[in-house]
C-alpha cells in the first residue's frame, strides 16, 4: 500500500465557486479516487483563503466585515463540493486558528535563521494582485491581469531571502524532471529562473491592511497574504509535529491552474527550503477554461457556475465532459454544446446503450440471471477480453501521469467494441437456436463482465454512475470502497445471481427533444416524455444550449435545412428494419398508436400515426425503427423508439425497405 496526498489550491473568498474552481476540484477528486481505488491510502485538501487587501475590498463593496463575509463565501465553497460528489478529507480555512498558529511557527523559524530581514522598497503595486510588480512586467504600464495602472508605494517592510535559492531551485527542477508537470510549465518556471531572483516581500504594515496573520516578531505587520496561504499545504497536516505530516508531506502533489505557477514554483519550494524540510514531490499545472467570449470574467458575465449545469445535465455528465475534453496542461473551450454531444454521443450511447442492452438480454434470455460461461471462448470474445485488459493497464499508466482524457479514451474504445461485438456476435439470433444456448451464455456473461469492469474503472470519475451500474449487477458497493484488484477482476460475478434492468443510465437530451416532436407534429401536446425535465423547460430561453435551439428551429419550420454532421454522428444512429407484429390505439389519444415491433427482438413502440394508420394496417407491415432512441412515456405507456416517417401537406407516409428484408437488419 502506498500513501498519496492531493492538494487544490485554496481559493479566494472574492468570488462564488465557478467551473474554473470545479475543475481542479474534480481533478483532485478523480486522483484521490484513483489512489484510493488501487488500495492507496490518501489525503486530499482543499479549502479557502480568507486575508489581504482583496478580500477586505470585497467585503467592503458587500456592505459587510471582513469576518462574515468570508464565513459566507467560505461557506458557499464547501457547500459546493459535496453537491459535485468531492471526496475531500480536509477543508481548511485562513482564518482556521490552527493554520494561524503554524504560519507563526513557520515565520519565526525562518526568521530565527537568518532568511528575513527587514528593509524598505519602493515599487509599483497592484492592489488586485497584492504585489509589486517591477517595470519589466507591466503591459503598456498597466498590471497585465487587471489592465490597471499599479500605485506607486514605499513601505518598509519584512523580505524573505528567496534569492539565496535560486541556484539550489534550480538544481532540484533540473535534477527531478516532473517536479513541475507538464513539461512547458517546467520550462516556465526555469525561464523565469533565468534572470535573477529578487527577494519576496512578506509583510504589510498593519496600519495599511490588519486582516492578516500577525507576524510573530513584529506585531505592526501582519503577513503577506501568499506566504500565510503557501503554508495551509502543512498546516493542515498539522506541520511540524504531526503523524500526518509525517505519512503524507513526502508524497504530495499540488495541482493547480497556471494562473499561480509562480507563487507554487518558485516561493512555495524555497520557502520550504528556508524551513529546512524536503519539497513536494509534484506540482500539477493545468490550463484555463474559455468560454467563446475568452476569459471567464465576473465583471462580463461570462463565469460559469457548475451548479448552475449539473441540475440540467446531471452531475455525472457535467464530471466526465470536464475531465475528457480538456487535455491537462492545455486551455479548453467551454460549451454546452460539445457537453451536450458528448452526453448524447458517449454517454447516452455507448455507455448508456452497452449497459441497458446487457442488462435487457440477460433478462429476457436468462431470466435476469449471470450466466455462467457456457461454451468456450471463441477468437472474438478472447480479442474483446484482451482490449478490456489492455485498456485497464493503460488506464493504471495513464492516470498517475494527468493523462485523464486519455484514460477515458480507453475505456470508451472498449465500450464502443463491445457494442461492436454486441452487432457483430447478434446474441437475438443465438437465443432462436437452442443448440447455442451455451454460447449466448458465454456472450452475455462476457458482457455483464465487461459492464463491471467499465463501472469500476469510470468511478473516480463517474462515482454515482458506477454505483448505479455495479449495484443493478448484484454488487451494492460505495464507489469509495471499491477496489481495482478485486473489483474489476474478470470473471468474478456470481452465477446465478439476479441482475436488474432499470431506466436508462443517461438520457438523451436533443433526441429526447425531437421525440415529443414526433408526437406533436401540430396541434395539442399529447404528454411529455418521462424522465429529467427536457433542457428548455429548466433554463429560460436566452440560456438554452445551441444543441436543443437547433431542434426547437426545426419544430417550428420542419423544411428548414440542418447544419451538415459528419458521417460517425450518423453511425451513431441505430436504425433498424421492424417487423409490425401487433397494433392498437393507445385509450384516449388521438394520436398514438401502440405497437410490437420484431427487430431481432420485440420492441414496443408508441408511434404518432393513428391520425393515417388503423392497427389493422399497421400488423405486418415493415417499418424502420430507430432503434437505440432514450426510451419515453407517452401518454403512460413506454415507447423503445421512433418509427420513421414523412409529412407530405396533409399527408404521412411511413417509410419501409423497397423490398421486404429480415427484421432486425442494420439500415445503413
Ligand atoms: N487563493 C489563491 C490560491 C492560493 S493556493 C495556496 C488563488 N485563488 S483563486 O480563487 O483565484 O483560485 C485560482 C485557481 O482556481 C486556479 O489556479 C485554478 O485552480 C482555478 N481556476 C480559476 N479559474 C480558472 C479557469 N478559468 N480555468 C481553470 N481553472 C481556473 O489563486
Known amino acids: 500500500m502506498e500513501r498519496f496526498y492531493v492538494s487544490t489550491p485554496i481559493y479566494y473568498v472574492n468570488a462564488e465557486p465557478h467551473i474554473g474552481h470545479a475543475y481542479t476540484t474534480i481533478v483532485a477528486d478523480v486522483m484521490n479516487r484513483f489512489h484510493k481505488l488501487m488500495g492507496d491510502e490518501t489525503f486530499f485538501l482543499t479549502g479557502t483563503d480568507e486575508h489581504g487587501d482583496k478580500i477586505v475590498q470585497a467585503a467592503q463593496e458587500a456592505g459587510t466585515d471582513p469576518k462574515s463575509y468570508t464565513d459566507r463565501i467560505s461557506g458557499l465553497f464547501r457547500d459546493t463540493w459535496p453537491r459535485l460528489n468531492i471526496s475531500h478529507d480536509h477543508f481548511i480555512r485562513t482564518t482556521d486558528p490552527e ?75 533540473e535534477s527531478h524532471p516532473d517536479f513541475i508537470r507538464p513539461e512547458r510549465y517546467r520550462n516556465e518556471v526555469l525561464a523565469f529562473l533565468r534572470e535573477p531572483l529578487e527577494d519576496l516581500c512578506i509583510s504589510r504594515p498593519k496600519e495599511r491592511l490588519s486582516w492578516g496573520i500577525p507576524l510573530p516578531f513584529d506585531e505592526k505587520y501582519v503577513t503577506y497574504v501568499w506566504f500565510d496561504a503557501l503554508i495551509n499545504y502543512v498546516s493542515a497536516l498539522q506541520y511540524p509535529d504531526g503523524e500526518r505530516f509525517r505519512e503524507f508531506w513526502p508524497v504530495v502533489q499540488h495541482t493547480i491552474a497556471k ?50 449545469l449539473v441540475p440540467i445535465y446531471g452531475l455525472d455528465a457535467f464530471r466526465y465532459f470536464l475531465l475528457r475534453e480538456m487535455v491537462f496542461g492545455l486551455d479548453s473551450n467551454f460549451s454546452e454544446d460539445a457537453l451536450v454531444q458528448r452526453l448524447n454521443a458517449d454517454l447516452a450511447n455507448d455507455l448508456g446503450n452497452l449497459y441497458s442492452r446487457t442488462l435487457a438480454m440477460t433478462a429476457k434470455y436468462f431470466d435476469g440471471k449471470v450466466p455462467p460461461f457456457g461454451a468456450p471462448l471463441d477468437e472474438v470474445d478472447k480479442d474483446l477480453i484482451r482490449h478490456v485488459e489492455e485498456a485497464t493497464a493503460h488506464y493504471v ?16 474504445e472498449c465500450l464502443s467494441a463491445a457494442n461492436k461485438y454486441v452487432d457483430h456476435v447478434g446474441p437475438w439470433n443465438l437465443a432462436k437456436d437452442p443448440g447455442q444456448h451455451g454460447r449466448l451464455q458465454t456472450v452475455l456473461r462476457i458482457l455483464l463482465e465487461l459492464n463491471k469492469t467499465a463501472a469500476v474503472l469510470i468511478s473516480p470519475f463517474m462515482p454515482e454512475t458506477a454505483e448505479k451500474m455495479l449495484d443493478r449487477l448484484g454488487i451494492p458497493k460505495k464507489a469509495l470502497d471499491l477496489r481495482l484488484e478485486d473489483d474489476a477482476a474478470w470473471g468474478t460475478l456470481k452465477e446465478g445471481s439476479p441482475v436488474q434492468k432499470g431506466e436508462s443510465l443517461f438520457p438523451r437530451v436533443e433526441l429526447r427533444v425531437q421525440q415529443v416532436e414526433q408526437v406533436e407534429l401540430k396541434g395539442r401536446k399529447e404528454e411529455k416524455p418521462a424522465g429529467k425535465p427536457a433542457v428548455q423547460q429548466a433554463r429560460d430561453a436566452s440560456q438554452q444550449p445551441a444543441a436543443d435551439k437547433r431542434v426547437e428551429k426545426s419544430q417550428e419550420k420542419p423544411e428548414e435545412k440542418l447544419e451538415n454532421i459528419s458521417f460517425d454522428a450518423f453511425k451513431q444512429v441505430d436504425l433498424r428494419v421492424g417487423l409490425v407484429k401487433q397494433a392498437e390505439k393507445i385509450p384516449k389519444s388521438k394520436k398514438l398508436l401502440r405497437l410490437t415491433v420484431d427487430i431481432g427482438e420485440e420492441r414496443q413502440v408508441v408511434a404518432g400515426i393513428a391520425e393515417y394508420y388503423t392497427p389493422e394496417e399497421m400488423v405486418g407491415k415493415q417499418v424502420v425503427l430507430v432503434a437505440n432512441l432514450q426510451p419515453a412515456k407517452l401518454m403512460g405507456v413506454e415507447s423503445h423508439g421512433m418509427v420513421l416517417a414523412v409529412r407530405d401537406g396533409d399527408a404521412l407516409c411511413l417509410l419501409a425497405p423497397e423490398k421486404p428484408v429480415t427484421p432486425g437488419r442494420r439500415v445503413s
Not at 499508466?397 to 470508451?412: C, D, N, Q, V, Y
Open 99 to 173: 493554520h494561524i498558529r503554524v504560519v507563526q511557527y513557520f515565520l519565526q523559524k525562518v526568521h530565527d535563521s537568518g532568511d528575513i530581514y527587514f528593509s524598505t522598497y519602493k515599487g509599483l503595486y497592484c492592489v488586485g494582485c497584492e504585489r509589486f510588480y517591477t517595470e519589466k512586467e507591466l503591459v503598456d504600464g498597466k498590471c497585465p491581469d487587471h489592465d490597471k495602472e499599479p500605485v506607486e508605494r514605499e513601505e518598509a517592510n519584512y523580505f524573505f531571502r528567496m534569492s539565496k535559492y535560486q541556484d539550489w531551485l534550480i538544481q532540484h527542477i
Open 259 to 308: 494562473d499561480i505557477l509562480k507563487p507554487h514554483g518558485i516561493y512555495w519550494p524555497t520557502m520550504i527550503r528556508a524551513a529546512g524540510f524536503a519539497p513536494y514531490r509534484h506540482l500539477n499545472v493545468h490550463g484555463y477554461w474559455k468560454t467563446s467570449e475568452g476569459k471567464m470574467s465576473k465583471s462580463r458575465g461570462t463565469v460559469v457556475r457548475p451548479l448552475d
Open 397 to 412: 499508466e495513464e492516470i498517475p501521469r494527468l493523462g485523464f482524457h486519455k484514460a477515458l479514451m480507453k475505456i470508451w
